[in-house]
């Protein structure tokens, strides 16, 4: 099939993709021109940002310069110590920033994914996405069967003989980790193969970093607040913060939790924006977490999750009945009360 042209209804093939690499890499060079000042724009994630500095790799004096630009602020704080660690230039793009590029490409998404994608008239697509209507752009690559963006470019740099660097490798190879979530969740044996190329290139150091690097200094407050406030029964591990700038802390303390040895439910609830948020955590063993947590809150709010991760969420103003007084001893009760009787 030409990699340029969308299935045909009743036909529809798994990816638009081009026939070979080597084909693909002949094309990709034939598109561009040594005069072009190329920007390729992302939505930052580990993926995105990888893959997009491996194609500014691969155009490598084939083009007058090549751009990474950045749709949003990144605020992961993993994803801020990829790029500060790495030392990855990065823009972030305003609209009048574009005039100062003639060609624009996109990796690890598709113009349908982003109003501001679609303004933009692209020459190239490669990504691992669900493939979307798309415009008409002369070089596509798009593999919904690979767990990662970064599996595709780490194939054209070998295509293209090009050894990546160890920066580039650490980039790319954390990029197929956190796609794949180290290879849990979808992926491919390409995804594997890719990563076993990048293996022995990575700053090892500086991965680690990267993946651990989930807390703010602030965030070390709560910690000191989680564990003051814990109430431990039996086997779970109770705590509640009462105020907290978002749940992704929860989270973060509800994991931390259930590494104490004889716990084998870590339950953290905190409020967020007058919203009651309950992370629970457990060994997956013997009782459904998301079951329990569906049957103990179902009733105010959303709750639900799997096995051994659960999640849920309660307006402040549905409990008013419930727990009468405002306060977080209250909360906190109330939270035991209900996981308790599930
Ligand atoms: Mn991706």
Redesign the pocket.
């Known amino acids: 099939m030409a990699p340029n042209k969308l299935p045909s209804p009743g036909s529809c093939p798994a990816s638009l993709r081009p026939r070979s690499r080597k084909e693909a890499l002949s094309r990709l060079y034939s598109l561009v021109h040594t005069k072009d000042r190329v920007l390729i724009t992302i939505d930052p994630?580990p993926?995105?940002i990888a893959s997009a500095f491996a194609l500014k790799r691969l155009l490598w004096r084939h083009v007058y310069s090549t751009t990474v630009g950045i749709i949003r602020p990144i605020r992961r704080l993993n994803n801020l110590t990829m790029v500060r660690l790495l030392k990855l230039p990065i823009v972030l793009l305003k609209d009048k920033k574009l005039d100062e590029f003639n060609r624009f490409f996109l990796v690890?998404g598709q113009p349908a994914h982003h109003e501001f994608f679609q303004k933009i008239s692209y020459s190239l697509v490669i990504d691992?996405h669900p493939v979307t209507p798309l415009p008409d752009i002369p070089f596509l690559d798009i593999r919904p069967g690979y767990g990662?963006?970064s599996t595709i470019l780490t194939e054209y740099l070998m295509a293209a003989k090009i050894k990546p660097s160890r920066t580039l490798a650490t980039a790319l190879i954390y990029g197929i980790k956190t796609?794949t979530q180290n290879f849990e969740r979808q992926s491919c044996e390409e995804d594997v193969r890719a990563f076993h190329f990048l293996y022995d290139k990575v700053y090892q150091g500086i991965l680690r970093k990267i993946e651990i690097s989930d807390l703010s200094l602030k965030d070390l407050n709560c910690f000191c607040e989680a564990i003051k406030n814990k109430t431990v029964v039996r086997d779970r591990i109770y705590t509640h913060l009462p105020k907290v700038p978002s749940a992704d802390i929860l989270v973060i303390l509800a994991d931390f939790l259930l590494k104490v040895h004889d716990i084998s439910w870590s339950i953290v609830s905190g409020v967020v924006d007058k919203v009651l948020v309950v992370i629970v955590r457990n060994d997956g063993y013997r009782k459904n977490a998301g079951r329990s947590v569906q049957k103990a809150f179902g009733q105010w709010g959303s709750a639900g999750g799997h096995r051994a991760a659960a999640r849920a969420e309660i307006p402040l103003e549905k409990l008013k009945d419930v727990v009468k007084k405002d306060t977080p001893q209250a909360y906190a009760r109330f939270v035991r009360r209900c996981l308790r009787a599930s």
């Open positions: 994630d993926d995105s690890d691992h990662a963006t796609d």
